[in-house]
């Protein structure tokens, strides 16, 4: 039944393709110090998650927290720094690069294209197509006679 669907789906429907090279490409406020930042929190919480020995891991666990808190106030920083300057940037030009970032996130382009009407409902009837109402016979009991309203 899976398999049905999935063929139904990939015949009637546009997959969705994301690229998992880069997930913070598109952030406006990554930097490389924020990349720096999570690739230390990375290699603390790598470092916690493989010690044995219980002394040993809870310093680890101390220096993931303290990257890890690191890595937060950067990140909040960064958003801040970043939105005060799409906001200097669209007061001096309206169409720059601060409505080019709002028009991003309207857009999400990890969506697929829309399809005409006529299309929609031919995918949405291939996958859900109408069947005419089920009429269940009347239960019975097991020496046969009819149950009564159970």
Not at 24 to 46: G, I, M, Q, S, Y
Not at 96 to 120: F, H, I, M, Q
Request: some cysteine; proline content about 5%; aromatic content about 6%.
């Amino acid at each position: 039944m899976v398999e049905i669907m999935l063929a139904a789906c990939d015949k009637t429907m546009q997959r969705v393709t994301t690229s998992h090279s880069n997930p913070h490409r598109d952030l406006f406020w990554w930097t490389p110090l924020l990349r720096l930042l999570r690739e230390n929190c990375e290699r603390a919480r790598d470092r916690m998650q493989q010690t044995s020995d219980l002394q040993e891991r809870s310093i680890a666990a101390a220096e993931h927290r303290t990257a890890r808190a690191d890595l937060g106030k950067a990140i909040k920083a960064s958003k801040r720094n970043s939105f005060q300057e799409v906001i200097d940037i669209a007061e001096e030009n309206v169409f720059g690069a601060g409505y080019l970032v709002v028009l991003s996130r309207l857009r999400d382009g990890r969506t697929p294209p829309e399809t005409e009407r006529d299309r929609l409902e031919h995918i949405v009837s291939d996958l859900f197509p109408q069947h005419p109402p089920l009429v269940w016979p009347e239960a019975k009991d097991i020496v046969g006679n009819e149950q009564t309203g159970v």
